[in-house]
């Protein structure tokens, strides 16, 4: 669930700068991931925050430079629509959070209906604060079981458009509550956050 690569392209797009002479290092990547699970339940949750270290911005073309974790520099132009570039320091530290979570719900005939439903949200720094911004998407699609297997440990689900896939499920107690005509419910989310704060004292 790691996407680290896309975490770094958002920092990037969105983070910002000050004047150039030796800065402190940023921390290192970090890395949290959580799983809970139960008969008819299942919880995974990751997130990967990657920071980088102002070194310089030029006001008037825009241009920043970012020191990385591992040493190395990254220049970019920040985009026009990048808010309250001007409040930000040579030192300060800029983070983006790349999270990612997935929750696998069993509903009983009624409590659901097939289908699919998307969402999603964006919001930005208010006009004299630090830049940032954060964006968030999420898909759940809820699917018919119409057929398990105990011998296979397998479990057969039909979309909402019909079609049909059997997938393996590894924990064979979620296999005794499940039964044909139930609903598997899954929602996938994933947001990313950016901001920016002064160093640390």
Same mark, same amino acid.
């Given at each position: ?42 919880? =995974?949750? &990751?997130?990967?925050?990657?920071? #980088? +270290? *102002? $070194?310089?911005? @030029?006001? !008037?073309?825009?241009?920043? /430079? %970012? ?67 954060? =964006?968030? &998407?999420?898909?759940?699609?809820? #699917? +018919? *079981? $119409?057929?398990? @297997?105990? !011998?296979?440990?397998?479990? /057969? %689900? ?44």
């Amino acid at each position: 669930m790691v996407r680290t690569t896309f975490a770094l392209g958002a920092l990037c797009a969105l983070a910002f700068a000050g004047c150039s002479n030796k800065v402190e290092p940023p921390p290192d990547p970090v890395v949290t991931s959580d799983v809970e699970e139960e008969p008819g339940k299942i919880r =995974a949750t &990751e997130a990967v925050t990657v920071s #980088a +270290t *102002v $070194v310089s911005v @030029d006001q !008037k073309t825009r241009m920043v /430079t %970012l020191l990385g974790s591992d040493g190395e520099e990254i220049e970019f132009r920040a985009d026009d629509q990048v808010r309250n570039l001007a409040q930000v320091k040579k030192g300060d530290i800029v983070s983006a959070t790349y999270y990612e979570s997935l929750a696998i719900d069993l509903k009983k005939p009624g409590e659901a209906k097939p289908g699919v439903v998307v969402g999603e949200d964006a919001a930005r720094a208010k006009v004299g604060e630090k830049p940032g911004a954060a =964006a968030a &998407e999420s898909v759940r699609v809820t #699917a +018919t *079981v $119409v057929a398990v @297997d105990h !011998k296979k440990g397998t479990i /057969t %689900l039909k979309g909402p458009k019909g079609n049909r896939r059997t997938f393996p499920v590894k924990n064979p107690e979620h296999l005794k509550v499940v039964k044909v005509g139930d609903l598997v419910e899954a929602t996938y989310t994933e947001a990313v956050g950016i901001e920016v704060n002064p160093p640390a004292k």
